[in-house]
């Protein structure tokens, strides 16, 4: 039997497929470089130690950058102290993390609270005490 024909290349999604790969690579790199300059370089009482940046979402142009923060902290008014340090920061963080990253433009950036890591947490807690109060039942 002959061999089946060649498979037709979608050049366009392999180029997709590229520039997702390279978004990707850019934003894993810009969370690293945040949280340097934000651990060694930011010094506001504001920021707790106990903090960690969950995700980086970078738009198309990469021109701006959303930045998803979250820490352990049980008090409200701390995370929005928290955010609002870091946001009032954005200028500085921003120029010294083109001293960490390699790329052609710095992208805006814009701080938000991510509460995903505390809703896990509350989650998991709650699937324990169902779990005690079934153990107690039997």
Do not use: W
Request: hydrophobic residues 35%; proline residues 7%; negative net charge.
């Amino acid at each position: 039997p002959p061999p089946p024909p060649p498979t037709p290349v979608d050049y366009a999604k392999l180029q997709a497929d590229a520039i997702l790969q390279d978004a990707e690579r850019q934003a894993e790199e810009i969370r690293r470089g945040l949280d340097s300059v934000i651990r060694n370089q930011v010094k506001d009482p504001r920021i707790p130690d106990m903090f960690s940046i969950t995700k980086v979402e970078l738009a198309r142009d990469l021109k701006h950058c959303k930045v998803f923060v979250s820490t352990m902290s049980a008090n409200d008014q701390e995370k929005k102290d928290m955010l609002k340090a870091l946001r009032n920061a954005a200028g500085f963080i921003r120029r010294n993390l083109g001293q960490e990253v390699i790329m052609r433009a710095i992208p805006e950036l814009h701080f938000e609270l991510d509460d995903s890591i505390e809703y896990s947490v509350h989650i998991n807690q709650l699937l324990r005490s169902i779990s005690t109060e079934n153990k107690e039942e039997e």
